[in-house]
């Protein structure tokens, strides 16, 4: 299992105008300008969830799913990881109170996994166990940023290249832009894949979903709930465990 990388980027203003200008133009707005839209909006977001589902391996055979929800400005977050020997959340309530949970399956061997009496209840991180698990804070609302460095990197010809596709995605009409996932970008996100798919709302640009496929097998990255994330409370002492951190 992987720890902690960066997300959230700050982005210019004028991105809005530039869009409006383009969308009253009667055709779907450019890559650059509709990503550079969707960046500010979520550069400013206080909270989102974004989910990673990859059941077929595209990026990771361990892990199926990885999904983060929280707030962008304090340590508050609920971690999801599907893991082929079982799954594990963290849930982080402020930054002095954590809790880990798993759920082993059945045959596991990593040690993770393998706490006796751990199954099903949280676990509370001693202080020294804190610093790891808040690292995660940062990991996923780093997303965001990484989510677009794809784009960032494409040539100007690239750009000129690609045609908005319009579509419905969950019942919701989207632009649709596809592009390589070879062009030399320095994210590991969409790592295994061939081509990458980014769908923005129509209505307000923001970037909910991103397509990262090879082959016949595609990998999931949804945006969602921005700034609709509640806080997170510690959950009832009965579902604590009285084991010890000790991982």
């Known amino acids: 299992m992987t720890k902690s990388k960066r997300w959230l980027s700050a982005t210019g203003l004028g991105v809005l105008a530039a869009w409006t200008l383009a969308a009253c133009g009667g055709g779907p707005p450019s890559l650059t300008e509709i990503s550079e839209t969707a960046k500010q909006s979520m550069s400013e977001a206080s909270s989102f969830t974004y989910t990673r589902t990859d059941p077929e391996g595209v990026h990771d055979e361990d892990i199926s799913l990885i999904e983060w929800s929280g707030q962008t400005a304090q340590d508050n977050h609920h971690v999801t990881i599907d893991a082929e020997q079982g799954s594990l959340e963290f849930l982080v309530i402020d930054e002095s109170t954590a809790f880990l949970k798993l759920d082993p399956q059945e045959g596991a061997e990593d040690e993770l996994f393998t706490l006796p009496g751990a199954e099903g209840q949280w676990i509370q991180a001693p202080e020294s166990g804190l610093q790891d698990t808040l690292g995660l804070e940062d990991e996923f609302a780093s997303t965001t940023e990484t989510a677009f460095s794809l784009i960032d990197e494409l040539s100007d010809e690239e750009l000129e290249t690609l045609d908005a596709e319009e579509t419905e995605l969950d019942g919701q009409e989207v632009y649709k832009y596809t592009v390589p996932a070879t062009t030399g970008n320095n994210s590991d996100l969409y790592t295994g894949s061939e081509t990458v798919a980014f769908y923005f709302l129509k209505e307000t640009s923001d970037l909910i979903q991103v397509d990262a496929t090879s082959g ?14 509640e806080l997170f409370e510690a959950p009832p002492e009965e579902e604590i465990s009285d084991l010890q951190w000790t991982f």
């Open 216 to 229: 016949e097998k595609t990998a999931t990255h949804a945006f969602t709930n921005l700034n609709e994330v």
